[in-house]
């Protein structure tokens, strides 16, 4: 009897292990796409469309997915998830910043130590628009929002009671975001950098796919939603909506809801979505997506202002992202994992 038993737990359990190794599996290939597009938006841009500005969407909306999971759903311990994000975030970006500054001294994307305190104090996406700019930093303004984000996202899990006014207030402040993007840009005619790159604006993406992550766990997505070709069409439909002749609004009121859409509904998707997204090259470019994206914006500046050749400063990018990933970025977090 108590074989039995035990045989009854343990299968469970190991079908649910599969299930979620099966899960991460193709969420790191959504990763892993999004810094495929960053890369092919920055390096080998195509007419009509900013496959970069799309590939941070993609990263914005699969954070919400996980803060919802893992703030709301599974209650990590915030002190706990904090030590994880900084252990995953903050020595490669230290190293990186610290790096960038010596190695670029001289050239036209160089920065003092007054930018780069404010890619170390995630600050950059306001310093940047309101101070000065550093080229060779502009990217930190997304990892600024997503920085801010995990803030907001984990003040909420304290403060608000109930999953249904969890969600409300997600949707309230993720549609107040975007209607302030869309009149900071189209009302009073502001840069696209001094409307997007805001927290304000731009924490809108993170917090409108955790709000859809939270009603999923709960049941309350209509039931079409869970059709396996909704995640497929829902990423098709936000990808031809950051289209050029789309006006930049509405990438951001339409367009990114449907991308949000797509990563919560991906556990419904059929095989041929997942299984492209867990193949190996996807789930590796996902491991190294973090690394690859620090390091590939010094030189997609050179490419893009000075005309580099973009297949061996592409390759540079990969040589330091690897080194970054296997030398800094991967010890370091196992490190602080274990011992702090």
């Known amino acids: 009897m108590t074989d039995i038993s035990a045989a009854s737990v343990v299968l469970p359990r190991a079908a649910a292990d599969k299930e979620a190794r099966a899960r991460l599996a193709y969420l790191d290939g959504w990763r892993g796409l999004s810094i495929a597009l960053v890369l092919i938006g920055h390096f080998f841009p195509v007419p009509g469309i900013n496959f970069g500005v799309l590939g941070v969407e993609f990263f914005f909306v699969l954070s919400g997915r996980l803060m919802g999971e893992i703030l709301f759903i599974e209650r990590f311990p915030l002190k706990k998830f904090f030590k994880r994000r900084f252990s995953r975030i903050y020595p490669a970006l230290l190293v990186f910043v610290i790096a960038a500054m010596i190695g670029l001294t001289g050239t036209y994307i160089g920065f003092k130590w007054k930018a780069a305190l404010t890619?170390?104090?995630?600050?950059?996406?306001?310093?940047?628009?309101?101070?000065?700019?550093?080229?060779?930093?502009?990217?930190?303004?997304?990892?600024?929002?997503?920085?801010?984000?995990y803030i907001l996202l984990a003040l909420i899990s304290v403060v608000v009671t109930g999953r249904e006014n969890v969600v409300r207030l997600l949707l309230v402040l993720a549609l107040l975001a975007m209607a302030n993007g869309a009149i900071s840009y189209g009302v009073l005619g502001m840069s696209y950098e001094t409307s997007y790159w805001r927290t304000d604006v731009h924490i809108a993406s993170i917090l409108l796919s955790a709000a859809i992550c939270l009603l999923k766990a709960d049941g309350h997505l209509p039931a079409f939603v869970k059709s396996q070709h909704v995640a497929l069409a829902a990423a098709l439909g936000g990808v031809l909506l950051f289209l050029d002749p789309v006006p930049t609004p509405i990438h951001y009121l339409v367009g990114v809801p449907l991308l949000a859409l797509a990563v919560n509904t991906l556990d419904f998707a059929g095989g041929a979505l997942t299984g492209l997204l867990s193949s190996r090259p996807m789930v590796m470019l996902g491991l190294w997506s973090y690394s690859l994206y620090l390091w590939q914006q010094p030189f997609y500046k050179f490419v893009d202002e000075r005309g580099s050749a973009p297949i061996p400063m592409l390759a540079v990018v990969f040589a330091c992202a690897l080194g970054s990933y296997y030398i800094v970025e991967k010890p370091a977090r196992g490190w602080l994992n274990r011992n702090w």
């Open 119 to 149: 890619a170390m104090t995630f600050t950059y996406n306001y310093a940047g628009i309101l101070i000065n700019r550093a080229g060779a930093l502009d990217h930190i303004w997304s990892l600024c929002v997503e920085e801010h984000s």
